[in-house]
């Protein structure tokens, strides 16, 4: 069996499981608000917003915090909500196990693991091609293998 074909099938059995179902469940009565809907994007939308802040070493406002603050304990206090955040991180859960599981068995590199000893603490070799006025690193750019090879883009195998 393919390893596509493999996923297909642990994907059916994801669909199958409770935490799927409960999520589903809780979704559903979401979407039968639309007050709702437009609270939890409002939220999801300002959180991702914040993150990205936090993340590129920009502190947000005392008035985006504010803001942030007081519509999570107005999502916490709403009981259809908070159960359907319960269900969304229950299969989230499960979703990062899962993949947890995989990339354990195949041995990826750990690159946020510290290592042993320390390295070369120079920056990358460069080369500066014949006519060129700018050098080039030679760090191949991510997913130039896949455009080489012409295998980007490729619609997998699906089981019937």
Known sequence: MSVYNTAHELSRQLAKSDEYSAYRAARKVVESDPQMVWLLKDFRRRQVELQIKVASGTRPSDEEMKT????????????LLSEFLTAEAGLMRVVADLQKIMIQSIDLWDYMEEPAEKGPQKAPETTTPA??????????????????TGDRGKERPRPE
């Open 131 to 148: 006519g060129a006025g700018e050098p080039e690193t030679n760090i191949q750019e991510p997913g130039a293998s896949a455009r080489e």
């Open 68 to 79: 942030y603050s007081s519509l999570a304990e107005a999502i916490g206090m709403h009981r």
